[in-house]
């Protein structure tokens, strides 16, 4: 019964930078690897970056060079910089446990909205 709240999106110009946060109700950082995905009206949902137990992250070619993740089990908490944001970056970013069961549940996510 992990709950997971995202946050840290807003409306930025392109070339600027936010960090997102995704905060979960106990300690699951430590024995699962997370990813963020997000989704833009109209298109599927995909994989955006990735993290595993030992800290090796993984991004889509996409965002490759411009986004970083990171966790921080302490705090139950992992992040994701994002730098240099196109306007086609815009979209509802969101965290989750992985590899993804199906019928699993997606949180509320975090708009992100990049305006050219």
């Known amino acids: 019964q992990v709950q997971l709240v995202e946050s840290g999106g807003g409306l930025v110009q392109a070339g600027g930078s936010l960090r997102l946060s995704c905060a979960a109700s106990?300690?699951?950082?430590?024995?699962?690897?997370m990813g963020w995905y997000r989704q833009a009206p109209g298109k599927q949902r995909e994989l955006v970056a990735d993290?595993?137990?030992?800290?090796?992250?993984y991004y889509t070619d996409s965002v490759k060079g411009r986004f970083t993740m990171s966790r921080d089990n302490a705090k139950n908490t992992v992040y994701l910089q994002m730098n240099s944001l196109k306007p086609e970056d815009t979209a509802v970013y969101y965290c989750t446990p992985l590899p993804r069961r199906p019928g699993a549940s997606w949180g509320q996510g975090t708009q992100v909205t990049v305006s050219s």
């Open positions: 106990g300690s699951i950082f430590s024995i699962n690897a």
């Open positions: 993290i595993t137990t030992g800290g090796v992250t």
